[in-house]
């Protein structure tokens, strides 16, 4: 999808986020979503099912939900809110085996933040420190 390589973040946020260009190529257990709009991608981030989950939880059968980006022309729309507002039952769909999200989530990054609480994440009060500081684990549960 060529739409995903015209992607811009501010430079604020290429601080917690990366570009969808940056994941042209996925390993195996990475699973590229985009967030369509009116079938216009609007959003982007990646699913993992791979050893990068174990760093964040000890749930054999939980994903990593890493590098969600909205495109900043599309900013303020609540397509953040919507496309992970959906994800619960998106994952029930595709992958059956999941009963649990996590997620990381920069200290400084309140709108994130704020965002996935919005949805149903819930704070861990688990901390470490990531590539540019302090990062908050956060999970979903899924019944």
Avoid: W
């Avoid at 195996?28 to 979503?33: L, S």
């Avoid at 619960?88 to 997620?103: H, M, N, T």
């Avoid at 819930?122 to 999970?139: A, H, L, P, Y």
């Amino acid at each position: 999808m060529i739409v995903l390589n015209s992607f811009v973040l501010t430079e604020e946020q290429k601080q917690f986020s990366a570009l969808p260009n940056k994941f042209g190529e996925v390993t195996e257990g990475q699973y590229r979503i985009v967030i369509l709009s009116e079938k216009t991608p609007v959003g982007f981030f990646l699913l993992n099912s791979n050893e990068r989950v174990k760093k964040y939880s000890t749930n054999l059968n939980a994903l990593l939900l890493t590098a969600l980006s909205i495109n900043n022309t599309e900013q303020g729309k609540g397509y953040a809110k919507q496309g992970m507002s959906l994800l619960i039952e998106f994952v029930k769909s595709e992958f059956p085996k999941c009963d649990e999200i996590v997620l990381v989530v920069d200290i400084d990054n309140i709108p994130a933040q704020k965002l996935y609480l919005k949805v149903g994440f819930e704070d861990t009060n688990e901390r470490q420190i990531g590539r540019i500081g302090e990062e908050i684990i956060m999970r979903q549960s899924i019944k």
